[in-house]
């Protein structure tokens, strides 16, 4: 079955902005430290767990961000794709990786199972407003679906500020960010960047 013209065009888009991604990564090799430099601690509300992920492709590197949350008395953890369909599930890291369903490193399924407060999301684009634009699967978009029915999460898009984009297609499935961290700063959804730490 051929795809419908607005799944066509996510289709497009993100074909252009994984190049767009991979020259911004190649031309920032900093910019995951610089990001962590940036972001403003007080900002952010209380967390004991703290969710990044593990990078693939061109995705802004989000170990030195989680780095600085753990230094900051976070425990750290990582998301499992059990299978194609289900939502995320969160494992604290302990030690040592494992591939996962989708053959993405992430912690083996002996180590503890957690629930974040904070939840670092990848981002392939992104707008003013704290919509993403994710890889398609949807695996991130039912997780927070899921957190956000269960209790307050926060989440923040690790990105490059050049993968802003004017406006992210959006669905009535999609989950927004709450805020946005890039090289350049961070910003609260809908409101301006701030250098303040």
């Known amino acids: 079955m051929a795809p419908v013209p607005h799944a066509l065009s996510k289709q497009r888009l993100r074909q252009a902005l994984r190049r767009r991604r991979r020259a911004l990564a190649a031309g920032n090799p900093d910019a995951a430290s610089e990001a962590a430099r940036l972001l403003p601690l007080g900002r952010l509300p209380p967390f004991q767990v703290v969710a990044g992920y593990h990078p693939l492709g061109a995705e802004m ?3 030195p961000l989680m ?23 969160f494992r604290a890291v302990t ?15 002996h180590a503890p199972e957690v629930t974040p407060d904070i939840v670092i999301a990848p981002v392939l684009a992104f707008d003013g407003a704290g919509r993403r634009l994710g890889q398609g699967a949807g695996h991130y978009d039912r997780t927070l ?3 956000r029915a269960a209790r307050s999460v926060f989440v923040l898009g690790l990105a490059y500020a050049d993968q ?8 009535s499935h999609d989950e927004p960010l709450d805020a946005i961290l ?6 609260d959804a809908g409101h301006g960047l701030t250098k303040d730490s």
């Open 61 to 63: 590197d989000p170990r």
């Open 67 to 89: 780095e600085r949350l753990s230094e900051a008395g976070a425990t750290l953890a990582l998301p499992v794709v059990l299978d194609r369909e289900s939502p995320l599930v």
């Open 95 to 109: 030690g040592d990786l494992e591939p996962d369903a989708l053959a993405i490193p992430g912690p083996p399924a």
């Open 145 to 147: 679906r899921d957190l």
């Open 164 to 171: 802003e984009v004017e406006r992210v297609p959006s669905e």
């Open 182 to 187: 890039t090289e350049m700063g961070y910003r």
